[in-house]
């Protein structure tokens, strides 16, 4: 079955970095757009960043562009997301996302990893 295994997370600090991985097995990789989604307690899961199949285009969202850099290694069925000059608002579950579809929202995601924890404190 499809597995999305997110890794990397962690407590850090205001201004630290994070990266964080996704190990993808089950599927073929290469058919899949990749996101990264976050939710934070008592909020929606909400969009950080997507890169397109031959990872040649990305997208960020407004919170996060030029802090954070999403990218992914077809050889290792893997994506990531480097995760600079952290803040206390970046804590959140971080989810890793595959869709087949057109366009990575949360409503086209296909399938989800378990989550991984990201806390920066102030």
């Known amino acids: 079955q499809v597995q999305l295994v997110e890794s990397g997370g962690g407590l850090v600090q205001a201004g630290d970095s994070l990266r964080l991985s996704c190990a993808a097995s089950g599927l073929t990789f290469t058919m899949y757009h990749m996101g990264w989604f976050r939710q934070a307690p008592g909020k929606e899961r909400e969009f950080v960043a997507a890169?397109?199949?031959?990872?040649?285009?990305?997208d960020y969202a407004d919170s996060v562009t030029g802090r954070f850099t999403i990218s992914r290694d077809n050889s290792k069925n893997a994506v990531y997301l480097q995760m600079n000059i952290l803040k206390p608002e970046d804590t959140a579950v971080y989810y890793c996302a595959a869709t087949a579809r057109l366009f990575v929202t949360r409503a086209t995601i296909d399938y989800w990893g378990q989550g991984t924890q990201v806390t920066v404190s102030s």
């Open positions: 890169i397109r199949r031959s990872g040649g285009s990305t």
